[in-house]
């Protein structure tokens, strides 16, 4: 099935960096979430996103629906060591309904 | 809040065995899904049910069937487990037309042996 691109695959950094991530298809989105997943735990759903160009914000969280539909990126602001976790993109494709096609994931550690 | 339960966070089987991996939400959503989830794949769908007594198959329904005789309840079900099931499964659940937003449960890790 079809796949997005999410990359980096993994980030170590310091406490109070910035953090950039980002996925890329081939294919257009009409719809991109992106979801945190803490370790021995279900994904939790951080941001959605409905609409090209959109911006949206959580907290230290921005992220934004590219203007091709083709991508999304998600920053993540002064990381502090809560932010660990794997993070993942989800879009849909249109016309698939409710189906999530997922990113493989960047997992970010945060050292003090 | 949504609250979407696993039955199991872990299980061992063994190879051969029928294995039912079972998922509960509380909130009357109409879709529930079931996902596998492998280091470096990210999750991929398995099944899913737009509502009671549906089904369709995902992008890797094969070795899984599923059942939904309840709103709140879908069953995954492992006929014959093989080694190469071993995995995380996620079920989510998603009220039908809330812009695609779905919850998930907390997972159960399989081995099978």
């Known amino acids: 099935g079809q796949q997005l691109n999410q990359s980096p695959q993994s980030m170590f950094i310091q406490e109070g960096e910035d953090v950039s991530m980002n996925c890329t298809s081939s294919?257009?989105?009409?719809?991109w979430l992106w979801y945190k997943q803490d370790p021995g735990e279900g994904p939790v759903l951080l941001i959605a996103?409905?609409?090209?160009?959109e911006l949206t914000s959580n907290g230290r969280l921005t992220a934004q629906f590219g203007i091709t539909r083709k991508d999304s990126f998600l920053n993540i602001s002064a990381s502090i060591p809560s932010d660990v976790g794997i993070y993942f993109c989800a879009g849909v494709l249109p016309g698939t309904a409710s189906k999530l096609t997922f990113g493989t994931g960047t997992r970010l550690q945060v050292t003090l | 809040d949504v609250k979407v339960t696993q039955s199991s966070r872990y299980l061992v089987k063994r190879t051969g065995e029928k294995v039912f991996l079972e998922c509960v939400q509380d909130?009357?959503?109409?879709?529930m899904f079931w996902y596998r989830q492998d280091p470096g794949l990210g999750l991929r769908l398995i099944y899913f049910s737009y509502d009671v007594k549906m089904k369709e198959k995902g992008d890797i329904p094969e070795g899984y069937s599923v059942s939904r005789e309840k709103k709140e309840r879908f069953s995954l079900i492992l006929e014959s487990a093989s080694t190469n099931q071993t995995s995380m499964y996620l079920c989510?659940?998603?009220?039908?037309?809330?812009?695609?937003?779905?919850?998930f449960g907390a997972g159960t890790r399989l081995s099978v042996l």
């Open positions: 909130m009357d959503h109409e879709n």
């Open positions: 294919s257009i989105f009409n719809t």
């Open positions: 989510a659940s998603r009220r039908q037309g809330a812009k695609n937003i779905q919850y």
């Open positions: 996103l409905y609409k090209a160009g």
